[in-house]
């Protein structure tokens, strides 16, 4: 049974950083596309960032070169550092896995099945 766990939400200022983390438990054997994805208050839910088997992935325009999406398979845990934060960045951030089919592991909220409770950012 898939189970995604975030942490590592807050409050902070506008330039200060934090790391969220989400706790991973996949299914052996299949290969699986990551991402971040988040929802601002009284707005949809948007991508942030997306990482594959291979590392390969992509990032929303508005956090590109101040996000970073990382995992640690030994950990069982996937990272999003956020630098630079900005007020437009306060939202409830979700984890969430899909299955990796060997195209490129796109933001869209459709391609990914199973989702965490998330974790309240904001700035």
């Known amino acids: 049974d898939v189970q995604l766990v975030e942490s590592g939400g807050g409050s902070v200022h506008s330039g200060e950083s934090l790391r969220l983390s989400c706790a991973l438990r996949?299914?052996?054997?299949?290969?699986?596309?990551l991402g971040w994805f988040r929802q601002p208050p009284g707005q949809d839910r948007e991508g942030v960032a997306s990482?594959?088997?291979?590392?390969?992935?992509s990032y929303a325009s508005s956090v590109k070169g101040r996000f970073t999406i990382s995992r640690d398979l030994a950990k069982k845990t996937l990272y999003l550092q956020m630098d630079s934060l900005k007020p437009e960045d306060t939202a409830m951030y979700y984890c969430?896995?899909?299955?990796?089919?060997?195209?490129?592991?796109?933001?869209?909220?459709?391609?990914?099945?199973?989702w965490g409770q998330g974790t309240q950012v904001t700035v």
């Open positions: 969430a896995a899909g299955i990796d089919d060997g195209s490129w592991c796109t933001i869209a909220a459709y391609e990914y099945r199973h």
């Open positions: 996949l299914n052996p054997g299949s290969r699986y596309c």
């Open positions: 990482i594959g088997t291979h590392a390969g992935g």
